[in-house]
Each structure stands twice: as structure tokens, then as C-alpha cells.
């Protein structure tokens, strides 16, 4: 149920919470798209890739796309 408005400055932010409702600190977050066509090339993958701070919240600037977002946050889990 996510709104996305794309602008020169996109970005994706929020709050990581573990099955606890504590912050997940530290937690990986990394988003992909593609396949993106250039001269001459094409790119199979495009990442950015981020950690949450110590209260969860986190901020990734991405390029316009349709994303695979994934986060990972040790033992609190995985989540995609």
C-alpha cells in the first residue's frame, strides 16, 4: 500500500522493528532493479544498500525503478 512520488530526490525511509517492536539497529537494507539497458550494455542488477541506526530508522536515496527491497536483521530475521 506504498505511495511513491519520484522526484530528483527519491528515497525510501522508515523504521525497522523486530517480531519484538524494538528497533532493529544495524540492520540491512538493500534495494535492487533492473535489468537497465545503456550504450552498448545492459545491466543485469542495480543495488543500494544501507544499515538502520541504533533507534531502526534508515534512509536510502534511489533512481526512479520498480524495487526488490530486502532486510535483513540477524536474529531478528529477514524480510522481503
Avoid: C, H, M
Amino acid at each position: 500500500g506504498w505511495v511513491v512520488t519520484l522526484s530528483d530526490k527519491t528515497y525510501l525511509e522508515g523504521k525497522i522493528v523486530g517480531a519484538d517492536g524494538k528497533p532493529a539497529a544495524n540492520a540491512d537494507i538493500r534495494a535492487s532493479f533492473g535489468p537497465v539497458q545503456g550504450d552498448g550494455v545492459q545491466i543485469s542488477e542495480v543495488t543500494t544498500e544501507g544499515k538502520s541506526r541504533e533507534d531502526g530508522t534508515y534512509r536510502l536515496y534511489l533512481q526512479p525503478g520498480t524495487y526488490d527491497v530486502q532486510v535483513s536483521a540477524g536474529a531478528q530475521g529477514v524480510y522481503r
